[in-house]
Protein backbone atom coordinates (compact mmCIF):
# COMPACT_ATOMS: atom_id res chain seq x y z
CA UNK A 1 0.00 0.00 0.00
CA UNK A 2 1.43 3.95 -0.59
CA UNK A 3 4.17 4.92 2.23
CA UNK A 4 3.01 8.57 2.61
CA UNK A 5 6.28 9.34 4.09
CA UNK A 6 7.44 9.65 0.56
CA UNK A 7 5.36 12.38 -0.20
CA UNK A 8 5.64 13.93 3.32
CA UNK A 9 6.70 17.31 2.42
CA UNK A 10 3.02 17.91 0.65
CA UNK A 11 1.09 16.56 3.75
CA UNK A 12 -0.41 17.38 7.09
CA UNK A 13 0.07 14.95 9.88
CA UNK A 14 -3.85 14.30 9.89
CA UNK A 15 -3.47 13.88 6.08
CA UNK A 16 -0.64 10.98 7.29
CA UNK A 17 -3.09 9.70 9.77
CA UNK A 18 -5.81 9.61 7.00
CA UNK A 19 -3.13 7.38 4.90
CA UNK A 20 -3.00 5.07 7.76
CA UNK A 21 -6.47 4.51 8.40
CA UNK A 22 -7.63 4.02 5.00
CA UNK A 23 -4.88 1.74 4.03
CA UNK A 24 -6.47 -0.38 7.19
CA UNK A 25 -9.51 -0.56 6.06
CA UNK A 26 -9.05 -1.21 2.55
CA UNK A 27 -6.83 -4.35 3.66
CA UNK A 28 -9.54 -5.33 5.46
CA UNK A 29 -12.45 -4.52 3.90
CA UNK A 30 -11.33 -4.46 -0.22
CA UNK A 31 -8.43 -6.64 -0.79
CA UNK A 32 -10.03 -9.72 0.41
CA UNK A 33 -13.19 -9.16 -2.27
CA UNK A 34 -13.34 -11.35 -5.60
CA UNK A 35 -13.55 -9.29 -8.42
CA UNK A 36 -17.01 -9.09 -10.14
CA UNK A 37 -17.75 -12.14 -12.52
CA UNK A 38 -19.52 -9.50 -14.96
CA UNK A 39 -20.98 -6.70 -15.88
CA UNK A 40 -24.19 -6.98 -14.05
CA UNK A 41 -22.37 -8.13 -10.48
CA UNK A 42 -20.15 -5.25 -11.02
CA UNK A 43 -22.82 -2.93 -10.98
CA UNK A 44 -24.56 -4.41 -7.86
CA UNK A 45 -20.79 -4.10 -6.65
CA UNK A 46 -20.50 -0.54 -7.31
CA UNK A 47 -23.84 0.14 -5.21
CA UNK A 48 -23.11 -1.66 -2.64
CA UNK A 49 -19.40 0.07 -2.63
CA UNK A 50 -21.07 3.39 -2.09
CA UNK A 51 -23.29 3.10 0.70
CA UNK A 52 -19.95 1.00 2.21
CA UNK A 53 -17.21 4.03 1.65
CA UNK A 54 -20.41 6.59 2.31
CA UNK A 55 -20.88 4.85 5.74
CA UNK A 56 -17.41 4.52 6.43
CA UNK A 57 -17.13 7.67 6.02
CA UNK A 58 -14.51 7.85 2.74
CA UNK A 59 -16.71 10.47 0.92
CA UNK A 60 -15.69 13.63 3.36
CA UNK A 61 -12.87 14.63 1.71
CA UNK A 62 -14.92 15.34 -0.61
CA UNK A 63 -17.58 17.80 0.84
CA UNK A 64 -14.44 19.47 2.74
CA UNK A 65 -12.65 19.79 -0.83
CA UNK A 66 -9.77 18.40 1.02
CA UNK A 67 -7.71 17.64 -2.28
CA UNK A 68 -4.55 15.54 -0.79
CA UNK A 69 -7.31 13.66 1.59
CA UNK A 70 -9.10 12.76 -1.88
CA UNK A 71 -5.48 11.51 -3.16
CA UNK A 72 -5.16 9.67 -0.64
CA UNK A 73 -7.78 8.03 -0.38
CA UNK A 74 -8.14 7.19 -4.44
CA UNK A 75 -4.28 6.12 -3.99
CA UNK A 76 -5.41 3.21 -1.68
CA UNK A 77 -8.39 2.47 -3.27
CA UNK A 78 -7.33 1.79 -6.20
CA UNK A 79 -4.70 -0.26 -5.36
CA UNK A 80 -7.08 -2.59 -3.29
CA UNK A 81 -10.05 -2.31 -5.93
CA UNK A 82 -10.24 -0.40 -9.11
CA UNK A 83 -14.06 -0.32 -8.89
CA UNK A 84 -13.95 0.76 -5.21
CA UNK A 85 -11.78 3.99 -6.70
CA UNK A 86 -14.25 4.61 -9.37
CA UNK A 87 -17.20 4.68 -7.40
CA UNK A 88 -14.93 7.36 -5.20
CA UNK A 89 -13.81 9.46 -8.70
CA UNK A 90 -17.32 9.69 -9.83
CA UNK A 91 -18.92 10.60 -6.61
CA UNK A 92 -16.67 13.58 -6.21
CA UNK A 93 -16.84 14.40 -10.54
CA UNK A 94 -21.34 14.85 -10.31
CA UNK A 95 -20.48 16.44 -6.80
CA UNK A 96 -17.85 18.84 -6.84
CA UNK A 97 -20.02 20.88 -9.37
CA UNK A 98 -22.63 20.76 -7.11
CA UNK A 99 -20.32 22.66 -4.41
CA UNK A 100 -19.02 24.81 -6.27
CA UNK A 101 -21.75 26.43 -7.95
CA UNK A 102 -25.65 24.68 -6.82
CA UNK A 103 -27.55 27.18 -4.70
CA UNK A 104 -28.62 26.26 -1.29
CA UNK A 105 -31.42 24.06 -2.04
CA UNK A 106 -29.58 21.96 -4.60
CA UNK A 107 -26.85 21.61 -2.20
CA UNK A 108 -29.05 20.33 0.72
CA UNK A 109 -30.80 17.69 -1.63
CA UNK A 110 -27.84 15.92 -2.78
CA UNK A 111 -24.78 16.52 -0.60
CA UNK A 112 -25.31 15.48 2.66
CA UNK A 113 -26.91 12.16 0.85
CA UNK A 114 -24.28 11.34 -1.39
CA UNK A 115 -21.52 11.91 0.85
CA UNK A 116 -23.30 9.08 3.60
CA UNK A 117 -23.22 7.08 0.51
CA UNK A 118 -26.96 7.46 -0.02
CA UNK A 119 -27.19 8.52 -3.00
CA UNK A 120 -24.64 7.96 -5.98
CA UNK A 121 -23.49 10.38 -8.36
CA UNK A 122 -22.27 10.83 -12.09
CA UNK A 123 -20.67 13.19 -14.66
CA UNK A 124 -22.20 13.62 -18.11
CA UNK A 125 -20.40 15.86 -20.16
CA UNK A 126 -18.97 13.29 -23.09
CA UNK A 127 -21.25 12.67 -26.13
CA UNK A 128 -20.99 10.38 -29.63
CA UNK A 129 -19.81 13.63 -31.31
CA UNK A 130 -18.34 15.76 -28.40
CA UNK A 131 -14.99 13.41 -26.77
CA UNK A 132 -11.57 15.35 -26.65
CA UNK A 133 -13.79 18.32 -27.94
CA UNK A 134 -16.21 18.76 -25.18
CA UNK A 135 -17.34 22.08 -26.96
CA UNK A 136 -19.17 20.11 -29.84
CA UNK A 137 -21.62 19.29 -27.30
CA UNK A 138 -24.96 19.18 -29.13
CA UNK A 139 -27.42 17.94 -25.93
CA UNK A 140 -29.23 21.40 -26.05
CA UNK A 141 -30.92 22.50 -22.83
CA UNK A 142 -34.47 24.91 -24.28
CA UNK A 143 -36.02 27.24 -21.94
CA UNK A 144 -39.33 26.82 -21.28
CA UNK A 145 -41.00 29.17 -18.70
CA UNK A 146 -39.47 28.36 -15.11
CA UNK A 147 -38.42 24.77 -16.99
CA UNK A 148 -35.49 24.08 -19.27
CA UNK A 149 -36.18 20.99 -22.03
CA UNK A 150 -33.24 18.31 -22.06
CA UNK A 151 -32.78 16.74 -25.68
CA UNK A 152 -30.02 14.80 -26.42
CA UNK A 153 -27.82 11.64 -26.27
CA UNK A 154 -24.64 11.34 -23.67
CA UNK A 155 -21.88 8.49 -23.75
CA UNK A 156 -19.35 6.29 -22.18
CA UNK A 157 -20.98 7.74 -18.93
CA UNK A 158 -19.83 6.03 -15.80
CA UNK A 159 -22.53 4.75 -13.41
CA UNK A 160 -25.12 5.50 -16.41
CA UNK A 161 -28.08 3.47 -15.36
CA UNK A 162 -27.45 3.27 -11.67
CA UNK A 163 -26.67 6.80 -10.39
CA UNK A 164 -29.29 8.49 -8.66
CA UNK A 165 -28.76 11.91 -10.68
CA UNK A 166 -26.75 13.52 -13.19
CA UNK A 167 -24.46 16.12 -13.39
CA UNK A 168 -25.54 17.20 -16.81
CA UNK A 169 -23.66 19.33 -19.12
CA UNK A 170 -26.13 21.02 -22.14
CA UNK A 171 -26.12 23.94 -24.62
CA UNK A 172 -28.36 26.84 -23.80
CA UNK A 173 -27.26 29.08 -27.06
CA UNK A 174 -25.57 26.70 -30.01
CA UNK A 175 -24.39 30.34 -31.11
CA UNK A 176 -22.28 30.68 -28.10
CA UNK A 177 -20.04 27.84 -28.49
CA UNK A 178 -18.82 26.78 -24.97
CA UNK A 179 -19.97 30.02 -23.65
CA UNK A 180 -23.20 29.22 -24.54
CA UNK A 181 -23.27 25.42 -21.99
CA UNK A 182 -24.92 25.19 -18.87
CA UNK A 183 -24.90 22.95 -16.04
CA UNK A 184 -27.66 21.06 -15.05
CA UNK A 185 -28.43 18.38 -11.66
CA UNK A 186 -30.87 15.89 -13.08
CA UNK A 187 -32.62 13.28 -11.02
CA UNK A 188 -32.14 10.14 -12.85
CA UNK A 189 -36.34 9.48 -12.28
CA UNK A 190 -36.95 12.76 -13.93
CA UNK A 191 -39.47 11.57 -16.50
CA UNK A 192 -37.21 11.91 -20.15
CA UNK A 193 -34.22 10.31 -18.71
CA UNK A 194 -33.31 7.26 -20.47
CA UNK A 195 -31.19 4.48 -19.60
CA UNK A 196 -29.95 3.64 -23.35
CA UNK A 197 -27.52 0.68 -23.38
CA UNK A 198 -24.50 -0.63 -21.04
CA UNK A 199 -21.34 -0.38 -22.70
CA UNK A 200 -19.23 -3.55 -20.72
CA UNK A 201 -15.13 -2.69 -20.60
CA UNK A 202 -12.73 -5.38 -19.64
CA UNK A 203 -12.24 -4.16 -16.11
CA UNK A 204 -15.04 -4.39 -13.95
CA UNK A 205 -16.60 -0.23 -14.13
CA UNK A 206 -20.70 -0.14 -14.83
CA UNK A 207 -20.35 2.31 -17.99
CA UNK A 208 -23.20 3.42 -20.34
CA UNK A 209 -25.15 5.60 -22.59
CA UNK A 210 -28.44 7.81 -21.36
CA UNK A 211 -30.60 9.74 -23.09
CA UNK A 212 -32.29 12.85 -22.35
CA UNK A 213 -36.46 12.76 -24.11
CA UNK A 214 -37.65 16.12 -23.37
CA UNK A 215 -36.76 15.50 -20.57
CA UNK A 216 -38.21 18.80 -18.25
CA UNK A 217 -35.91 20.02 -14.92
CA UNK A 218 -36.72 23.18 -13.07
CA UNK A 219 -34.45 26.46 -13.59
CA UNK A 220 -33.31 25.75 -9.97
CA UNK A 221 -31.41 22.65 -11.03
CA UNK A 222 -29.12 24.80 -13.16
CA UNK A 223 -25.64 24.74 -11.85
CA UNK A 224 -24.41 28.68 -11.97
CA UNK A 225 -25.43 31.27 -14.41
CA UNK A 226 -26.72 30.60 -18.00
CA UNK A 227 -23.47 29.45 -20.09
CA UNK A 228 -21.23 29.31 -17.74
CA UNK A 229 -21.41 25.18 -17.25
CA UNK A 230 -18.28 24.84 -19.50
CA UNK A 231 -16.17 26.89 -17.07
CA UNK A 232 -17.78 25.34 -14.21
CA UNK A 233 -16.55 21.78 -16.37
CA UNK A 234 -13.11 22.35 -16.85
CA UNK A 235 -12.98 23.84 -13.14
CA UNK A 236 -13.97 20.76 -11.66
CA UNK A 237 -11.75 18.25 -13.82
CA UNK A 238 -8.95 21.08 -12.99
CA UNK A 239 -9.13 20.16 -9.46
CA UNK A 240 -10.30 16.12 -9.77
CA UNK A 241 -7.28 16.02 -12.11
CA UNK A 242 -4.56 15.01 -9.72
CA UNK A 243 -7.06 11.90 -8.06
CA UNK A 244 -6.99 10.78 -11.40
CA UNK A 245 -2.76 10.91 -11.07
CA UNK A 246 -3.39 9.24 -7.76
CA UNK A 247 -6.20 6.48 -8.83
CA UNK A 248 -2.50 5.58 -11.27
CA UNK A 249 0.13 5.49 -8.16
CA UNK A 250 -2.40 3.54 -6.51
CA UNK A 251 -1.91 1.02 -9.20
CA UNK A 252 1.66 1.29 -9.46
CA UNK A 253 2.29 0.62 -6.39
CA UNK A 254 0.40 -2.30 -5.75
CA UNK A 255 1.21 -3.92 -9.35
CA UNK A 256 5.05 -3.11 -7.46
CA UNK A 257 4.42 -4.70 -4.54
CA UNK A 258 2.77 -7.58 -6.36
CA UNK A 259 6.15 -7.76 -9.03
CA UNK A 260 9.01 -7.71 -5.75
CA UNK A 261 6.73 -10.11 -3.50
CA UNK A 262 7.23 -12.78 -6.35
CA UNK A 263 10.52 -11.73 -7.57
CA UNK A 264 12.38 -12.74 -4.15
CA UNK A 265 9.93 -15.59 -3.74
CA UNK A 266 9.89 -17.60 -6.84
CA UNK A 267 13.13 -18.90 -8.08
CA UNK A 268 14.37 -20.24 -11.91
CA UNK A 269 17.99 -21.34 -13.06
CA UNK A 270 18.94 -21.96 -8.92
CA UNK A 271 18.06 -18.30 -8.03
CA UNK A 272 15.06 -16.22 -6.97
CA UNK A 273 14.19 -13.53 -10.19
CA UNK A 274 15.12 -10.84 -7.63
CA UNK A 275 18.94 -11.59 -8.53
CA UNK A 276 18.77 -11.33 -11.98
CA UNK A 277 20.13 -8.24 -13.15
CA UNK A 278 17.53 -7.50 -16.10
CA UNK A 279 14.59 -8.33 -13.35
CA UNK A 280 16.35 -5.20 -10.99
CA UNK A 281 16.23 -3.12 -13.67
CA UNK A 282 12.87 -3.48 -14.35
CA UNK A 283 12.31 -2.97 -10.61
CA UNK A 284 14.62 0.23 -10.49
CA UNK A 285 12.40 1.50 -13.34
CA UNK A 286 9.33 0.70 -11.79
CA UNK A 287 9.98 1.78 -8.15
CA UNK A 288 11.74 5.14 -9.89
CA UNK A 289 8.49 5.63 -12.15
CA UNK A 290 6.50 5.53 -8.94
CA UNK A 291 8.12 7.79 -6.83
CA UNK A 292 8.12 10.49 -9.96
CA UNK A 293 4.45 10.35 -10.53
CA UNK A 294 3.80 10.83 -6.67
CA UNK A 295 5.32 14.05 -6.25
CA UNK A 296 3.98 15.09 -9.07
CA UNK A 297 0.33 14.41 -7.62
CA UNK A 298 1.07 15.36 -4.37
CA UNK A 299 2.48 18.58 -5.75
CA UNK A 300 -0.36 19.32 -7.62
CA UNK A 301 -2.76 19.03 -5.10
CA UNK A 302 -0.99 20.62 -2.37
CA UNK A 303 -0.74 23.47 -4.49
CA UNK A 304 -4.74 23.59 -4.76
CA UNK A 305 -4.85 22.82 -1.44
CA UNK A 306 -2.84 25.98 -0.24
CA UNK A 307 -4.92 28.28 -2.29
CA UNK A 308 -4.10 28.34 -6.20
CA UNK A 309 -7.13 29.35 -8.33
CA UNK A 310 -5.64 26.64 -10.85
CA UNK A 311 -3.77 24.10 -11.46
CA UNK A 312 -4.09 23.45 -14.52
CA UNK A 313 -0.52 22.90 -15.57
CA UNK A 314 0.56 20.68 -12.01
CA UNK A 315 -2.27 18.86 -12.86
CA UNK A 316 -1.97 18.21 -16.40
CA UNK A 317 1.59 17.19 -15.93
CA UNK A 318 0.96 15.02 -13.14
CA UNK A 319 -2.40 13.27 -14.65
CA UNK A 320 -0.28 12.64 -18.32
CA UNK A 321 2.79 11.34 -16.71
CA UNK A 322 1.23 9.00 -13.50
CA UNK A 323 -0.80 7.00 -16.24
CA UNK A 324 1.51 6.10 -18.62
CA UNK A 325 4.18 5.29 -15.88
CA UNK A 326 1.26 3.33 -13.94
CA UNK A 327 0.68 1.39 -17.29
CA UNK A 328 4.19 0.86 -17.54
CA UNK A 329 4.62 -0.45 -13.78
CA UNK A 330 2.02 -3.08 -14.60
CA UNK A 331 2.70 -3.80 -17.90
CA UNK A 332 6.57 -5.10 -16.08
CA UNK A 333 4.49 -6.58 -13.38
CA UNK A 334 2.76 -8.82 -15.78
CA UNK A 335 6.02 -9.45 -17.64
CA UNK A 336 7.49 -10.59 -14.05
CA UNK A 337 5.20 -12.58 -12.81
CA UNK A 338 5.30 -14.16 -16.08
CA UNK A 339 2.69 -16.64 -17.06
CA UNK A 340 0.82 -16.34 -13.46
CA UNK A 341 0.46 -12.48 -14.60
CA UNK A 342 -1.95 -13.01 -17.35
CA UNK A 343 -4.31 -15.28 -15.04
CA UNK A 344 -7.70 -13.37 -14.72
CA UNK A 345 -7.64 -14.33 -11.20
CA UNK A 346 -4.48 -12.31 -10.37
CA UNK A 347 -4.33 -8.89 -8.62
CA UNK A 348 -2.02 -7.76 -11.72
CA UNK A 349 -4.16 -8.92 -14.10
CA UNK A 350 -6.73 -7.06 -12.55
CA UNK A 351 -4.87 -3.85 -12.76
CA UNK A 352 -3.54 -4.66 -16.06
CA UNK A 353 -7.32 -3.96 -17.54
CA UNK A 354 -8.25 -1.27 -15.07
CA UNK A 355 -4.88 1.16 -15.85
CA UNK A 356 -5.45 1.55 -19.63
CA UNK A 357 -8.38 4.06 -19.04
CA UNK A 358 -7.04 6.27 -16.87
CA UNK A 359 -4.97 7.55 -20.15
CA UNK A 360 -7.81 8.13 -21.54
CA UNK A 361 -10.72 9.57 -19.25
CA UNK A 362 -10.60 13.16 -18.15
CA UNK A 363 -9.10 13.89 -20.71
CA UNK A 364 -6.39 12.00 -22.81
CA UNK A 365 -2.45 12.30 -22.46
CA UNK A 366 -2.78 14.17 -25.52
CA UNK A 367 -4.87 16.89 -24.57
CA UNK A 368 -2.95 16.68 -21.17
CA UNK A 369 0.15 17.31 -22.81
CA UNK A 370 -1.61 20.36 -24.98
CA UNK A 371 -2.63 21.68 -22.13
CA UNK A 372 0.97 21.55 -20.48
CA UNK A 373 2.24 23.21 -24.23
CA UNK A 374 -0.24 25.50 -24.36
CA UNK A 375 0.70 26.67 -20.58
CA UNK A 376 4.29 26.79 -21.24
CA UNK A 377 3.80 28.85 -24.40
CA UNK A 378 1.67 31.53 -22.61
CA UNK A 379 4.15 31.88 -20.10
CA UNK A 380 6.47 32.21 -22.36
CA UNK A 381 4.75 34.82 -24.50
CA UNK A 382 4.26 36.80 -21.43
CA UNK A 383 8.04 36.74 -20.49
C1 LIG B 1 -13.68 4.07 -18.41
C2 LIG B 1 -14.18 5.39 -18.92
C3 LIG B 1 -15.04 6.14 -18.12
C4 LIG B 1 -15.54 7.36 -18.58
N1 LIG B 1 -16.43 8.04 -17.79
C5 LIG B 1 -16.94 9.21 -18.24
C6 LIG B 1 -17.90 9.92 -17.45
O1 LIG B 1 -18.27 9.49 -16.35
N2 LIG B 1 -18.41 11.07 -17.94
C7 LIG B 1 -18.04 11.58 -19.15
O2 LIG B 1 -18.55 12.64 -19.52
N3 LIG B 1 -17.14 10.92 -19.93
C8 LIG B 1 -16.58 9.76 -19.49
N4 LIG B 1 -15.68 9.06 -20.28
C9 LIG B 1 -15.35 9.57 -21.59
C10 LIG B 1 -13.95 10.16 -21.68
O3 LIG B 1 -13.88 11.37 -21.00
C11 LIG B 1 -13.59 10.25 -23.17
O4 LIG B 1 -13.44 8.92 -23.63
C12 LIG B 1 -12.32 11.04 -23.42
O5 LIG B 1 -12.50 12.40 -23.11
C13 LIG B 1 -11.85 10.92 -24.87
O6 LIG B 1 -12.90 11.14 -25.76
P1 LIG B 1 -13.19 10.06 -26.92
O7 LIG B 1 -13.26 8.72 -26.31
O8 LIG B 1 -14.37 10.54 -27.68
O9 LIG B 1 -11.91 10.07 -27.84
P2 LIG B 1 -11.54 11.15 -28.98
O10 LIG B 1 -11.74 12.52 -28.48
O11 LIG B 1 -12.22 10.76 -30.24
O12 LIG B 1 -9.98 10.89 -29.13
C14 LIG B 1 -9.45 9.73 -29.77
C15 LIG B 1 -7.93 9.87 -29.84
O13 LIG B 1 -7.59 11.07 -30.55
C16 LIG B 1 -6.75 11.88 -29.76
N5 LIG B 1 -7.02 13.30 -29.99
C17 LIG B 1 -8.21 13.94 -29.96
N6 LIG B 1 -8.04 15.25 -30.17
C18 LIG B 1 -6.70 15.45 -30.33
C19 LIG B 1 -5.88 16.59 -30.56
N7 LIG B 1 -6.39 17.82 -30.66
N8 LIG B 1 -4.54 16.41 -30.68
C20 LIG B 1 -4.00 15.18 -30.56
N9 LIG B 1 -4.72 14.05 -30.33
C21 LIG B 1 -6.05 14.19 -30.22
C22 LIG B 1 -7.09 11.51 -28.33
O14 LIG B 1 -6.03 11.85 -27.44
C23 LIG B 1 -7.28 10.02 -28.46
O15 LIG B 1 -6.04 9.37 -28.43
C24 LIG B 1 -15.15 7.85 -19.84
C25 LIG B 1 -14.28 7.09 -20.63
C26 LIG B 1 -13.79 5.88 -20.18
C27 LIG B 1 -12.86 5.09 -21.05
Redo the contacts with the bound molecule.
Keep these: MPDPSVVAAFLTESHVALAGRITAYAARELVPLPEPADDAAARVQARDFVARLGGAGWFASIGELDLRAACLVRETLAGASPLADAVFA ?1 QA ?1 GTVPILLAGDPRLKERWLPSVLAGRAMA ?5 EPEA ?3 AAAIATTARRDGTDYVLTGT ?1 T ?4 AGLADFYTVFASTDRDQGNKGISAFVVAADTPGVKFVRPLV ?1 SAP ?1 P ?1 GEIAFEDCRVPASSRLGAEGAGFKLGLATLDRLRATVAAAACGMGARALEEALGHATRRRQFGRALAEFQLVQEKLARMATDLTAARLLTYRAAWEKDRGAERVTLEAAMAKAFATEAAQRIVDDAVQILGGRGVLASHPVDRLYRAVR ?1 LR ?8 QH ?1 IVAGQLLKQAEGA
Aim: aromatic share 8%; net charge negative.
Design positions: LLSFAMTGSDKLISNLHLAIYEGTTEIL
